[in-house]
């Protein structure tokens, strides 16, 4: 089951605010050997915000969402997730129950709108206001604030996948490959992917007084052994060098 990242807002394209949520999400995962596979950064724009929402809520991916939940203008996660999924956006009891506990009187006639959910979703806790985040599906949809997505984020976690970890690759073999180029081991590296589909295959190169490719594999240890020992003879072969230290 793949792990994505939604994260919503125009203060992120525009430079007013500076992203804190996908490094935390990256440690979080990390703490269950859990890693993401994808993250999209999208704006309040309402065709851009339905157009990539579309997308992630027709996979089966876990998805953790980051903002568009208030009640402002600007606030259109909780519209457009009911619009995709083709379902009401109506009053949640819980929700409403939630924010009435917290602000009385002072729930009407604003604060109570952000307790307008898409039909069938779940309420989050949010244990610093009570306002909560919700679920619809594997998709977790939460506030823009850290200190309140944060512990949602854990919540979820615990709650709905106690048992999802360590499906990052157990393994990695890092080289490091001197005087080559990519394009010179391309065809070794094809052979790989293609005998081998189980490992993640990682080719970065590096410029400067000293250029080098760093090459990675991931996975089961004697998969990688194999998958390895192949590609070091090409380097070989290829006329240049490997050494597993710079």
């Known amino acids: 089951m793949a792990i994505g990242a939604l994260i919503i807002g125009d203060e992120l394209l525009s430079g007013k605010r500076q992203d804190k949520h996908f490094a935390h999400l990256q440690s979080t995962l990390a703490q ?27 996979s089966k991916d876990i998805v953790f969402s980051f903002g568009g939940i208030g009640a402002t203008p600007d606030d259109r996660t909780r519209e457009t997730v009911a619009k995709v999924a083709e379902v009401l956006l109506q009053p949640h009891p819980q929700a409403v129950a939630e924010i009435e506990a917290q602000f009385g009187d002072r729930a009407y006639p ?6 307008e959910l898409p039909y069938g979703a779940r309420i989050i806790p949010n244990i610093i206001n009570r306002v909560p985040g919700f679920s619809f599906n594997e998709h977790h949809f939460m506030p823009g604030f850290p200190e309140m997505s944060w512990p949602m984020i854990e919540w979820v976690l615990d709650t709905y996948y106690a048992d999802l970890r360590n499906t990052s690759p157990k ?11 990519e394009s010179d081991l391309l065809d070794a590296m094809r052979v790989v992917v293609a005998q081998y589909p189980e ?3 990682s080719s970065l190169p590096h410029l400067g007084e000293k250029p ?7 996975g089961e240890a004697i998969l990688i052994e194999q998958a390895m020992t192949f590609m070091k003879k090409a380097i070989i072969q290829g006329g240049f060098s490997w050494q597993t230290q710079l």
């Open 32 to 58: 269950r050997n859990l890693e993401l596979d994808w993250t999209i950064i999208v704006g309040d724009d309402p065709e851009q915000l339905q157009r990539f929402l579309a997308f992630s809520m027709a």
């Open 110 to 115: 604003h604060r109570i709108l952000m307790a």
């Open 171 to 181: 393994d990695e073999q890092i080289i490091y490959v001197i005087g080559g180029r």
């Open 199 to 201: 490992l993640k295959l």
């Open 212 to 218: 080098h490719i760093e090459l990675s594999l991931r």
